[in-house]
């Protein structure tokens, strides 16, 4: 079967460095996606990753190991608005979206 | 503005009384999709359309049904809903053309059978 883990809550401190990993299991690889989504509303997409390596934007990075089926997802300088939940999902060989759980990031002052 | 509407955003029901959510999309966008979030469970996906005339199951169907007959809609109907079925539901499109496709939520709609 397919599979995607990710830690289910993690906790941070404003202003600090946070990375929420991503392994994964499934019938082929087309690419990742990070999706943010606060409580209550829709999720937003944040990155995409289909080759080794890391994806920088502004304070949010993203890095894929292929070989491994490895993701994560590093959020620098911490603010309060990043308590979300952070969704990974894996495009699978037939080009379908298979999603994690999703991890809560809590942020405290 | 681009964006994907979905409508109702809250609906209280019974069970086995049909109701239909509609999705709508601004973005010309070939691909749309439900899903379902429960609590620890992530996303699941529902059924999906590739384009107009075109819908598969997703992980998920039993118990609802779609139709694409225009590009832009893509209701999701509950003939006979049952309790299981509370939820929050998202419909979400994306464009299949470029190097990949970044899928783009409607608001959610928060359903309660009883």
């Known amino acids: 079967g397919q599979n995607i883990d990710q830690p289910t809550e993690m906790t941070a401190t404003e202003g600090a460095i946070v990375q929420i990993n991503c392994t994964y299991q499934?019938?082929?690889?087309?690419?990742l996606f990070w999706y943010q989504q606060h409580a209550g509303e829709a999720p937003t997409f944040l990155s995409y990753n289909v080759l080794d390596g890391l994806e920088e934007k502004g304070r949010f990075s993203s890095f894929l190991s292929r070989s491994k089926g490895y993701s994560y997802l590093l959020l620098k300088e911490l603010q309060m608005k990043d308590s979300a939940s952070y969704l990974c999902?894996?495009?699978?060989?037939?080009?379908?979206?298979?999603w994690g759980a999703g991890t809560k990031l809590i942020i405290k002052p | 503005e681009a964006q994907v509407t979905q409508n109702p955003r809250y609906l209280i029901t019974v069970t086995g009384k049909k109701l239909t959510v509609t999705c709508s999309q601004n973005m010309n966008h070939e691909y749309m999709s439900w899903y379902r979030q429960d609590p620890g469970l992530g996303l699941r996906q529902i059924y999906y359309s590739m384009n107009v005339e075109v819908t598969d199951k997703g992980d998920v169907p039993e118990g609802y049904k779609v139709s694409r007959k225009e590009k832009r809609n893509f209701p999701l109907i509950l003939e006979s809903p049952s309790p299981n079925q509370t939820s929050l539901y998202f419909c979400?499109?994306?464009?299949?053309?470029?190097?990949?496709?970044?899928?783009?939520f409607g608001p959610g709609t928060r359903l309660t059978v009883t």
């Open positions: 499934t019938s082929g690889f087309n690419g």
């Open positions: 999902a894996v495009i699978d060989s037939n080009y379908q979206l298979i």
């Open positions: 979400a499109s994306a464009g299949t053309s470029g190097d990949y496709y970044e899928q783009y």
